[in-house]
């Protein structure tokens, strides 16, 4: 089986500076600056969370215009984006391969379709599920490949935010698709829920959250 990790999770926001001050709010630090996905209609900033993963704000960009498909993450669902209009919202996570196909298969379901994409010296691949909605409402990863590039996860700065356990709430054939990544990462904790849910304990200079 390809080797397999947690590279990132993703925080929707209605706006970049909405979830920037929702997350100095609670972590008492700010991301650092990110950038535009290139005609996908959307933008971001990252967090490093340690451990080769960060936090990826991502948010629709108003300086693009409408992608010709859906966003990723989900950010154009009407349920999505009532809800980060509320506050920020944990939408999806994605795991780091050096091989999408074989990933794929060894784990056993289809993410989509994935598409290359770059930003200044980073190049990746990465999956965006079917009409960029992901797989059982976010409990299935997106893969994603980085090439010839440096993970930012292992190049963003250090601004005390850990990441301690990512939970991950599904139906039981989901949870076992997912016990390969349990296994590879001691942070991912499993357990029965419905309907699927995500959620981070984090270690912050404001403490815990």
Known sequence: MPGIALDHIVLGAVSLDAGAAYLAERFGVEPDSGGQHRGVGTWNRLL????????????????????PRQRPFGLDDPAVRAAIAVRPRL???????????????ALGFDPGEAIAMSRGDLSWKVTIGREGRPSVGG?????????????????????????????????????????????????????????????AELSTPRGWA
């Not at 490093?48 to 992608?67: H, K, N, R, S, V």
């Not at 991950?168 to 949870?175: F, M, N, Q, R, V």
């Open 48 to 67: 490093q969370l340690g451990g080769g993963t960060y936090l990826e704000l991502i948010a629709p960009d108003p300086t693009q215009p409408d992608p």
């Open 91 to 105: 939408l999806h996570y994605l795991v780091r391969t050096d091989d999408i196909g074989g990933a794929r298969h």
């Open 139 to 199: 409990a299935l990863p997106g893969l994603i490949d980085w090439c010839a590039s440096t993970p930012p996860g292992r190049t963003l700065p250090a601004r005390g935010v850990l990441l301690q356990t990512w939970h991950i709430g599904a139906d039981p054939h989901t949870l076992a698709l997912l016990a390969p990544l349990a296994l590879a990462d001691r942070r991912v904790r499993l357990y029965p829920a419905a309907p699927p849910r995500l959620a």
